[in-house]
Each structure stands twice: as structure tokens, then as C-alpha cells.
């Protein structure tokens, strides 16, 4: 029987979930970004750097409902920064205010 696991899982797995959870809460950090409107910039060249997307080049719900599932994983023990939602720029624009406002919050934190 083949087992399929994503790296994103698995290194989910190797560096969080396999430790001892006084390990887990002192010693890890989970960021969340979210960008809005992905559905928006598809086209764009560069979108498959950012969202994961299907052979027809719409958004891939089968990855998306993966990495929520991911997600849901995370112990509540563990710190968590969360941003956005972050409009599309392309990519992370520091030109644009909001996305200037990200870097540098993910630079403070």
C-alpha cells in the first residue's frame, strides 16, 4: 500500500509533532499568512509561488483543504503570529503600505 505525505507535513510531523509538548511550547513558532483574493491573480506568472494550483490553473481545493487540516494540527500550546489577510502585490511588494506593514511586523516578531 503506497502513503503519501506532503514535506510541508512532514517536517510539521519531525519538527512539532514528535516532540514532547513542554518541547512544543517553548521551543516552536508558527507564522499564518493569508492572501486575499487569490482567485483574483491567477494568471499572474508568478502565482504558483504563492498558491498551490490545479492542472487547469484554478486554485487547487484539495491542497488547500490539506494545509487547513495542517493547520488544525498545531497544538493551542504553541505561539502563533498570524497576518493578513495580505492583498496580492505581485508577490510581497514593500512599496505597497500594507505589505511594508507585514515585513516589518514579521520583522518585530
Not at 42 to 51: D, E, K, N
Not at 59 to 72: F, G, P, Y
Not at 79 to 87: A, C, S, T, V
Amino acid at each position: 500500500k503506497r502513503f503519501f505525505i506532503s514535506i510541508t507535513e512532514e517536517e510539521l510531523s519531525r519538527g512539532l509533532l514528535w516532540l514532547p509538548s513542554e518541547r512544543q511550547s517553548g521551543r516552536t513558532l508558527t507564522y499564518h499568512r493569508t492572501i486575499s483574493n487569490p482567485e483574483a491573480w491567477l494568471t499572474h506568472s508568478q502565482a504558483r509561488a504563492f498558491v498551490d494550483l490545479a492542472p487547469d490553473g484554478s486554485l487547487d481545493q484539495e491542497a488547500r483543504a490539506m494545509l487547513d487540516s495542517l493547520q488544525k494540527m498545531i497544538p493551542p500550546t504553541v505561539k502563533r503570529r498570524d497576518y493578513g489577510p495580505l492583498e496580492w502585490g505581485p508577490g510581497v511588494n514593500p512599496d505597497l503600505p500594507a505589505h511594508r506593514d507585514y515585513l516589518i511586523g514579521l520583522a518585530d516578531d
